[in-house]
């Protein structure tokens, strides 16, 4: 079972740790951003839209937002432009912390229906499986990405969530 403190800490994470890579993308150029690095979504810029546009669609699937309007084998182009990506990300990012501020104290439970484009079916699993999905595949999309941030020469803060600043955890 999970719990609210969960999912609160998870969206905090996740905030702090996209600014963290964005950050060290920023300092690289449009053509290492771009550059294919052999990943499964090709570049830093790709790995990272892909990973916005999963974003939306999970929480669309939750009625927190809309759906992006194109298929997975696009989401890799989904948001184009870098600086568009970047403010994109903050306010996604914001929206998920207020989002997971809205459930209720203790634990979460129920069951989330929807249909998976990629498996082209009805799917149901229980919120204690797809809510730590949620943010199980975001660190892993931006462990790809740190990987690639750092092969490029970008620098990155700390990853691991007990050295996540303080003042950025859920208030109790």
Not at 72 to 78: C, G, I, L, V
């Amino acid at each position: 079972m999970i719990s609210n403190d969960f999912l609160r800490m998870m969206s905090r994470y996740n905030r702090w740790q996209n600014a963290e890579i964005y950050a060290a993308a920023a300092v690289l150029t449009e053509e290492e951003r771009r550059a294919d690095r052999g990943a499964f979504w090709q570049s830093i810029h790709g790995t990272l839209s892909h990973l916005y546009w999963a974003d939306r669609l999970w929480l669309s699937r939750f009625d927190v937002t809309e759906a992006p309007n194109v298929p997975q084998k696009s989401s890799a182009t989904f948001v184009a432009a870098w600086p568009t990506l970047q403010r994109e990300r903050r306010a996604l990012d914001d929206l998920m912390v207020a989002w997971t501020d809205r459930f209720e104290e203790g634990p979460v439970d129920g069951v989330l229906k929807w249909f998976s484009g990629s498996l082209g079916r009805e799917v149901e699993a229980p919120l204690s499986v797809v809510l730590p999905h949620f943010f199980n595949h975001q660190t892993h999309h931006r462990g790809q990405a740190h990987a690639m941030v750092t092969a490029a020469g970008g620098r990155t803060g700390d990853t691991d969530l007990f050295l996540m600043p303080p003042d950025m955890w859920p208030d109790r």
